[in-house]
Nanobody, 123 residues
């Protein structure tokens, strides 16, 4: 079973950039869809971006489209989220997830999660 470990979170001022990484150990060809979600204090976990590993096809939440880029490195079994033009409302714990059994846009369909990494954007 794939195991996920996120890194790269931190504190940044509005307008800045961060790159999150997710190491996917034990990933196999059946682990074909991976996503990033985030959860702010007092809010539900929400979809950020997803990628189909084999094709590179991506999808994004409207709130991050044009600012965030999801990518993967097959040789390293790593997933990335490049975040630019960060806003205070992007402050949240960011999670990577794998293998949705259903829609890739909803967290309840994902069985495998990382531990999360905190991103804080100050104004």
């Amino acid at each position: 079973q794939v195991q996920l470990v996120e890194s790269g979170g931190g504190s940044v001022q509005a307008g800045g950039s961060l790159r999150l990484s997710c190491a996917a150990s034990g990933r196999t060809s059946s682990d074909n869809v991976m996503g990033w979600f985030r959860q702010a204090p007092g809010k539900e976990r929400e979809f950020v971006a997803a990628i189909v590993w084999m094709t590179g096809s991506t999808s994004y939440a409207d709130s991050v489209k044009g600012r965030f880029t999801i990518s993967r490195d097959n040789a390293k079994s790593a997933l990335y989220l490049q975040m630019s033009s960060l806003k205070p409302e992007d402050t949240a714990v960011y999670y990577c997830a794998a293998n949705p059994r259903g829609s890739r846009y909803y967290p309840q369909y994902y069985a495998t999660w990382g531990q999360g990494t905190q991103v804080t954007v100050s104004s």
